[in-house]
């Protein structure tokens, strides 16, 4: 079964070259020499002043001190995936939240504002001599150096695990951890592979530490900035055709309504909510009685019409959450009224559905604008396909909306077959498309 999902590459990449450069920080670099001093166990320094250190056992004792912060990276990941579950219910505050604080860590490794708390160091003082230096010791010396904790890798790690907090499932919050660990390490088991030379090249070099670390909190502000305006789902997304996931976290209360559920979907960005997941589904499940239990709604659009979900069982449905201030939902609005003329105007195989989430008196944290300011848009830009009012934030919340646009697609049979969150071009909404509608055959 064709699934639909999304991975959102510059957060990745972003993340990756923060651990890079946590490596080339003044913190470190001047306790290169020790450490791998200590892993190498002896070396010998020739007439020029050149030092010259046994590889092979360096880049042994290295692959043990690689794993051993790795370790302690993933054991704080883990506190952190886990706040992020605990948080699932106020996932929108959370992640507004961890776009400033991301920010404000940029700012501090910037030097333009600081904090005493983040200036200190807790190291666990641990005496090891040449003779003592094995791959167990190596280990260990790994895993108290990674809790070394610096005015310079404390911001850049403390906003990666931010972002953990925030990931929609365990696997990611690992991934995300391990891409920032992985990009710390590598320069690590190059110094294991050439020791001598690069030692001796960051001792020439080391006045550019200071644009690293410049550079390195330039990337702490994008990547706030990022996720505090939604853009980090929304850049770089892509279309994945693979075996769709048996698991689904949406989640959220039942409701009236129900239909078909074969129980085989990707997972729902961000659905940390309370409730059953399609991972629990039955039997019965694949017979039809628990899909629409699950994202069923009924809402009313600008118009006053009443839509609800499993009466468009028999069509596919094309079903984005928008909000009339997010750029790249003004970007792709255009092609999605042209695709909903194109396909009959939900007359016929497909049904375009929009929600967005307006405030009022009784919401006024809402993520949108009022809804006459929405009517207003639709009309000012000739927007005639149904765009839903999500007036109290529940259907966001039960399909665990963290960024705009986000886009649900559903068979005929009222199957859920995956999610696109991020902006999607007018190819890639007909490549969905036809998806959905070969899946129904």
Same mark, same amino acid.
């Given at each position: 079964m064709v699934g639909i999902a999304l991975t959102s590459h510059i957060s990745y990449v972003l993340v990756f070259m923060e651990g890079l450069l946590s490596f080339f920080s003044p913190c470190v670099i001047p306790l290169l020499p020790v450490y791998m001093g200590y892993l190498a166990g002896s070396a010998k320094t020739e007439h020029d002043g050149v030092i010259v250190y046994e590889r092979r056992r360096v880049f042994l004792n290295t692959a043990f001190f690689v794993l051993g912060i790795s370790f302690a990276f993933l054991l704080l990941g883990t506190s952190f995936t886990l706040l992020g579950k605990l948080l699932g219910e106020h996932r929108y505050l959370l992640i507004r939240i961890s776009g400033i604080l991301i920010i404000l860590l940029g700012l501090i490794q910037l030097d333009f504002i600081q904090f005493s708390f983040l200036q200190r160091e807790r190291k666990l003082n641990y005496e090891v001599t040449d003779k003592s230096v094995n791959p167990l010791v190596a280990l260990v010396l790994g895993f108290t150096f990674s809790f070394a904790w610096t005015p310079c890798i404390g911001p850049a790690l403390s906003s990666v695990l931010i972002l953990v907090s925030g990931a929609k499932n365990t696997v990611l919050g690992f991934l995300l951890i391990l891409l920032y660990a992985l990009g710390?390490?590598? &320069?690590?088991?190059?110094?294991?592979?050439?020791?001598?030379?690069?030692?001796?090249?960051?001792?020439?070099?080391?006045?550019?530490?200071? =644009? *690293?670390?410049?550079?390195?909190?330039?990337?702490?502000?994008?990547?706030?900035?990022?996720?505090?305006?939604? %853009?980090?789902?929304?850049?770089?997304? %892509?279309?994945?055709?693979?075996?769709?996931?048996?698991?689904?976290?949406?989640? !959220?209360?039942?409701?009236?309504?129900?239909?078909?559920?074969?129980?085989?979907?990707?997972?729902?960005?961000?659905?940390?909510?309370?409730?059953?997941?399609? /991972?629990?589904?039955?039997?019965?499940?694949?017979?039809?009685?628990?899909?629409?239990?699950?994202?069923?709604?009924?809402?009313?659009?600008?118009?006053?019409?009443?839509?609800?979900?499993? #009466? =468009?069982? !028999? +069509?596919?449905?094309?079903?984005?959450? %928008?909000? *009339?201030?997010? $750029?790249?939902?003004?970007? /792709?609005?255009?092609?999605?009224?042209?695709?909903?003329?194109?396909?009959?105007?939900?007359?016929?195989?497909?049904?375009?559905?929009?929600?967005? @989430? $307006?405030?009022?008196?009784?919401? $006024?944290? @809402?993520?949108?604008?009022?809804?006459?300011?929405?009517?207003?848009?639709?009309?000012?830009? +000739?927007?005639?396909? &149904?765009?839903?009012?999500? *007036?109290?934030? #529940?259907?966001?919340?039960? =399909?665990?909306?963290?960024?705009? $646009?986000?886009?649900?697609?559903?068979?005929?049979?009222?199957?859920?077959? !995956?999610?696109? &969150?991020?902006?999607?071009?007018?190819?890639?909404?007909?490549?969905?498309?036809?998806?959905?509608?070969?899946?129904?055959?």
């Open positions: 710390f390490l590598i &320069p690590f088991l190059l110094l294991g592979l050439f020791t001598s030379q690069l030692l001796n090249f960051l001792k020439r070099k080391r006045n550019l530490v200071k =644009y *690293t670390i410049k550079a390195g909190g330039i990337l702490l502000i994008i990547i706030g900035f990022m996720t505090f305006t939604g %853009y980090m789902n929304g850049i770089s997304s %892509y279309l994945n055709k693979a075996q769709a996931v048996k698991e689904n976290n949406i989640s !959220g209360e039942n409701t009236e309504d129900s239909a078909s559920d074969k129980g085989n979907n990707d997972n729902i960005a961000g659905s940390d909510n309370k409730g059953e997941s399609i /991972e629990e589904s039955t039997e019965e499940d694949n017979n039809g009685t628990e899909e629409y239990e699950k994202t069923n709604f009924t809402l009313t659009d600008q118009n006053g019409k009443e839509h609800t979900l499993s #009466d =468009y069982k !028999g +069509q596919v449905v094309f079903l984005n959450f %928008y909000a *009339t201030w997010c $750029p790249p939902c003004k970007k /792709e609005l255009p092609d999605i009224e042209k695709l909903y003329k194109e396909f009959g105007s939900n007359e016929k195989e497909v049904v375009f559905l929009g929600i967005t @989430n $307006p405030k009022s008196k009784d919401y $006024p944290n @809402n993520s949108d604008e009022d809804e006459d300011y929405i009517k207003t848009f639709l009309a000012d830009n +000739q927007y005639s396909f &149904p765009t839903l009012f999500d *007036t109290t934030g #529940d259907i966001l919340q039960k =399909y665990g909306i963290s960024a705009f $646009p986000t886009t649900f697609v559903f068979d005929k049979n009222g199957k859920l077959l !995956g999610y696109v &969150p991020g902006m999607m071009t007018e190819d890639i909404m007909r490549n969905v498309i036809n998806q959905a509608l070969e899946s129904g055959e």
